[in-house]
Each structure stands twice: as C-alpha cells, then as structure tokens.
C-alpha cells in the first residue's frame, strides 16, 4: 500500500531551456503533450489575499526578460532617485511623492558606485553612470534651492 503512494508522490521533469547542450536552438513548434498533474492542495486562502502588497501591486513577470546589467542597474536606481524626487509618480499610489533624503540617499549611491567603478567600465556604461549622476545631482540641488526659498 505505501509503495503504491510511493509511486503516485513522482514528479516529471521538463526542459524547457531554448537551447541544447551543444548550444543548438531547440525545436519550439514540436506540440506538446500535456503533463498530467495531480489535484492542487486545497486553497486556504485566496493568492491576491495572501500575497504581500508589494507582489500584487507589481506587474507580472515576464520569463523572457531581459537579464540585469550594469547600465539596467544604474537606470533602476536612477528612476528609484526620479520618484524620490518627485518627478514620476509612484507606481503603487499614483501620486508624486517627494522625499528628498531618500533621493540624496540614492544619489550617493550611484556616486559611491562611479567612485568603486572608475576605470573599469566600457565607455557606454561610463557615459550613462556620468550623465545620469549629473542630471539627479543637478535636480536634486533644483529642489533643495527651491525648498529653501519657500522657508524664508
């Protein structure tokens, strides 16, 4: 009886990797026979109820993604330093939300990533670090002049 349940517990392993091992593209239009699955475990709760916030507020995954890069990496946190400036809207509340020590935060960050990075990067990625620096330093003194004359 147990060797019987043993059996059924068995999983079936499918590559889906797009290339072989000798790096030859594989043959995608080949139809597929369904696998056959075993009954899902009762749902306890629902998966939007039971996800954290910051999973069912962020758009779906895409598999074939691009994969993450230096200049990616260098734009993602120039565009976390453009919402903390005010400059796009958050993506979670739709409103402009200001917070300028989280932009200055971010901002040194990319400036200690420049300083860790010197010399080392092809010239693409030292242009866009550069310029990028540059623009979120010059917006960023844009607000705090601005900030400050409101006070007087």
């Not at 239009?29 to 369904?34: F, I, K, L, S």
């Not at 910051?54 to 598999?63: I, K, M, T, V």
Request: proline content about 10%; hydrophobic content about 30%.
């Amino acid at each position: 009886m147990d060797e019987d349940r043993e059996g059924q517990r068995g999983f079936t392993v499918k590559d889906r990797r797009r290339f072989s091992e000798t790096g030859d593209v594989r043959d995608s239009d080949a139809p597929q026979a369904p696998e056959p699955s075993a009954p899902p475990p009762p749902a306890q709760a629902t998966p939007e109820s039971s996800a954290p916030e910051s999973e069912r507020l962020a758009p779906p995954r895409d598999e074939a993604a691009e994969p993450v890069n230096f200049s990616t990496f260098v734009l993602g946190l120039s565009t976390q330093a453009l919402l903390h400036l005010g400059e796009i809207p958050n993506p979670a509340t739709r409103t402009v939300e200001t917070d300028l020590d989280a932009a200055r935060q971010v901002i040194d960050i990319l400036g200690m990533l420049a300083e860790k990075t010197r010399n080392n990067l092809e010239p693409g990625e030292q242009s866009l670090l550069e310029s990028a620096l540059y623009d979120l330093r010059m917006r960023y003194v844009e607000l705090r002049r601005a900030g400050a004359k409101g006070k007087r």
